[in-house]
């Protein structure tokens, strides 16, 4: 078994492979890549992510199998993957073809190549839970006692990280919503000779219209002026 020193420099090493300059796609790619380096006896890995309104996605896997995997257990409602965006801090069923907890997800993912799994939830204090962390094996039965450590400890930077980019992917489209209803309003207010709050007011009131967010107005505009051909000399 890996000391806790052991331990700790392979969480290092992983958390070092992780730009946090990344975009949120590259971020959740690095951190499954560096989760499949660090974590023994794993060779697939992929992280689930949900958002307020429950809905689970696959945003990251480092194959075919995983994506596979993952929605099935999205589409039976159990699995491994299922119990950790619930209850469960972390799941593991080593030679699961054996494994009596899923019924209807273990004899499809053994025929699937699958021989043991792991999963870790994903959280931070302040946010609660942000997705899983999920670890597939088609090369061993066993679990060894030092990946659940890794596992968990891992847990904790890749949930860093994935708050981090969270954070600043909002910020993105934050201020992108921000510039383009900018443009919105200045094309309004040329369009219709009128100043910027009437202008605001009349993207208010399509919204409220047509049950559309203002930012999606506010897109539609933008991409209108920007797809007319530029007047040339003359015209």
């Known amino acids: 078994m890996s000391s806790r ?9 992983a958390a070092r492979t992780i730009n946090h300059q990344m975009s949120l796609p590259e971020t959740l ?7 499949r380096d660090s974590v023994p006896g794993f060779d697939h890995v992929g992280i689930s992510t949900m958002d307020k309104r429950g809905k ?8 075919q199998l995983v994506w596979d995997l993952d929605e099935l257990q999205y589409s039976l409602g159990e ?5 950790t965006l619930r209850d469960a801090q972390m799941v593991v069923a080593p030679d699961i073809r054996h494994d009596q907890r899923w019924p209807r997800y273990v004899p499809p993912a053994v025929q ?36 659940e450590a890794i596992a968990e400890l891992f847990a904790v930077h890749a949930a860093i990280a994935l708050g981090n980019a969270t954070e600043r992917d909002s910020l993105n489209q934050a201020l992108h919503s921000r510039k383009v209803i900018g443009q919105a309003i ?3 207010s ?35 002026r920007n797809a007319k051909p530029a007047a040339g000399p003359g015209k």
């Open 5 to 13: 020193s052991d331990v700790a420099a392979a969480i290092a090493a």
């Open 29 to 35: 790619q690095s951190i499954a890549l560096a989760a």
């Open 56 to 63: 689970v996605e696959t945003r990251a896997a480092t194959g």
């Open 79 to 83: 699995g491994p993957c299922v119990d």
């Open 112 to 147: 699937a190549g699958l021989r043991a799994q792991l999963a870790v939830k994903l959280c931070l204090d302040q946010r609660g839970t942000l997705g899983g962390l999920n670890m597939y094996s088609t090369t061993s039965d066993e679990i060894a006692p030092e990946a």
């Open 186 to 188: 200045g094309i309004l």
């Open 190 to 224: 040329e369009r219709y000779d009128i100043d910027e709050d009437r202008a605001f007011a009349f993207l208010v009131r399509a919204s409220s219209h047509g049950n559309i967010k203002i930012r999606d107005i506010a897109q539609q505009l933008v991409d209108e």
